[in-house]
């Protein structure tokens, strides 16, 4: 197993370990994602290790349609202008008929789907952004920003579709010019990498809520 | 591997390396924009509290001023005027029946002892030279002198001694507050203070009646005189808090907890 995948299973773990504190919110819903994810990966590494690598790609494609889905919703959770909790929810119905276009039109069933990773990192890193605009606003000033669990969720998120947009965008090209394979390793290189910086600030958002949950019930 | 495919690897690892570093760049400006916007924003609030404070010290030491000049002109006219008056009276006592002479003697003395307390009351400078406790005693010893209510007061000698005069005065004007209001309202026939420590920086003051009490959810809903509130806000000018326990037919007690670190100085 790779080590993002500890990673993950981290995360997972200490999603379960703060459940009394997620369950006071939204985040609660991390945990089923994030189970959601493990199964996925641990799918994807069976289908590796019994060399039936090509055939895992639509699993994949599915899965990141579910992820920028379940982040969308949760960015339409944590928005507080109505504005930009109308944007997000009208992302969901967006980014399926892109899926869908791009599963019967564009790449097909049996390669990477990279225009959606695409299309859905664009968005997720302007969500970021639009969330950061909320907290730069005067009435929300007062409030200390690292210590709300979502930011550190936003974090993970700019940080790992940032840094992944150039190698998404360019794997095609790598692809058509004899370059598969040093392609992939640099892929999976960059991948892993981000991945540890996403599901550690997954860790860290979920330590925070309970932190603050614990601090609450002090002042009582 | 050819050099041109590796320079092209390289630059990917290198684009993405930049925009990661972007991120982190652009999460520092807001995490530090924040932080100032923050501190910007509570300094704003602390110049806020100063200023209320100011207004409202500037505020007391007027109306000290009026009420110490008011005591002078009662101490030295109006209360010389009721002496001459007295002295007058006796002149003429001979020409009018002794029964209207001792009922009009008898009122004129009461005048002059009430203007006399009214003055003492209102004369700051008193309370500075007898300090807290004696004062508050006095406030108690007043109240007894009327018949209506029994009074108790018990301090320890050294109460209440790292309250500064400014705070002292303000202090003093809290529980005259209490004392009119029990007065007013609470049909007492008991009223009890008792000055506590707690610990070497604090002192609990209590003031109790045995009055017919009220209904404390009402403080919750704002629902207070100008009186309360001007307790409250003299409480945060020495930064002391003030509870109020009470329940209908079970009287009312008041504490104030005054803190050795008064934010007025």
């Known amino acids: ?220 | 591997m050819p050099k041109e495919q590796e320079g092209i690897l390289v630059t990917i690892v290198v684009a993405s390396v930049f925009f990661v570093l972007i991120g982190i760049f652009f999460l520092i400006l807001i995490f530090f924009f924040l932080r100032r916007q923050r501190k910007y924003k509570m300094e704003k609030e602390e110049m806020r509290n100063r200023f209320e404070q100011t207004l409202l010290k500037t505020q007391l030491e007027i109306q000290e001023h009026t009420f110490n000049y008011i005591s002078q002109e009662i101490h030295d006219n109006i209360g010389q005027i009721l002496s001459l008056v007295r002295i007058n009276l006796n002149v003429l006592a001979e020409n009018l029946p002794d029964v209207h002479f001792e009922k009009t003697d008898e009122l004129l003395g009461k005048v002059i002892r009430d203007l006399r307390t009214l003055s003492h009351n209102l004369n700051s400078n008193r309370l500075q030279e007898i300090g807290i406790v004696e004062g508050l005693k006095s406030l108690l010893q007043q109240l007894e002198k009327t018949g209506k209510y029994s009074t108790e007061f018990n301090a320890p000698i050294s109460s209440l001694s790292f309250v500064n005069k400014d705070n002292s005065l303000i202090l003093y004007r809290m529980v005259q507050e209490v004392l009119n209001n029990i007065i007013k309202h609470a049909q007492a026939s008991k009223i009890v203070i008792d000055i506590e420590a707690k610990g070497s920086q604090c002192h609990l003051l209590k003031i109790s009646d045995n009055g017919r009490g009220f209904d404390t959810s009402k403080l919750q809903e704002n629902k207070t005189g100008i009186g309360l509130q001007n307790i409250f806000t003299r409480a945060k000018m020495i930064n002391s808090s003030v509870s109020i326990k009470s329940s209908e037919q079970e009287g009312t007690t008041i504490v104030f907890e005054i803190n050795n670190q008064p934010l007025l100085k």
């Open chain 1, 1 to 220: 197993m790779s080590i993002d995948f500890y990673f993950e299973m981290f995360s997972l773990g200490t999603a379960i370990f703060c459940y009394t504190a997620l369950k006071q919110s939204r985040m609660v819903y991390f945990i089923p994602f994030l189970l959601l994810t493990v199964i996925v990966e641990f799918i994807g590494y069976l289908a590796i290790v019994y060399e039936i690598n090509y055939k895992n790609y639509w699993l994949y494609n599915v899965f990141n349609t579910i992820e920028f889905m379940f982040y969308a919703f949760m960015f339409a959770q944590h928005f507080q202008l109505p504005i930009l909790k109308k944007l997000a929810y009208s992302f969901l119905p967006l980014l399926i008929l892109f899926s869908a276009n791009n599963y019967i039109n564009l790449q097909g069933t049996d390669r990477f789907h990279t225009y959606t990773l695409l299309f859905g990192s664009f968005f997720m890193v302007f969500f970021c952004c639009c969330y950061f605009y909320e907290w730069v606003l005067p009435e929300q000033i007062t409030q200390n920003l690292v210590r709300q669990p979502f930011f550190w969720i936003c974090v993970g998120l700019l940080l790992f579709y940032l840094g992944s947009v150039i190698i998404n965008a360019l794997y095609e090209y790598l692809r058509s010019s004899d370059m598969i394979q040093e392609g992939k390793r640099i892929y999976v290189f960059i991948n892993r990498s981000l991945n540890i910086i996403l599901y550690t600030s997954f860790s860290i958002s979920f330590l925070i809520c309970r932190k603050n949950r614990k601090e609450s019930l002090s002042q009582l």
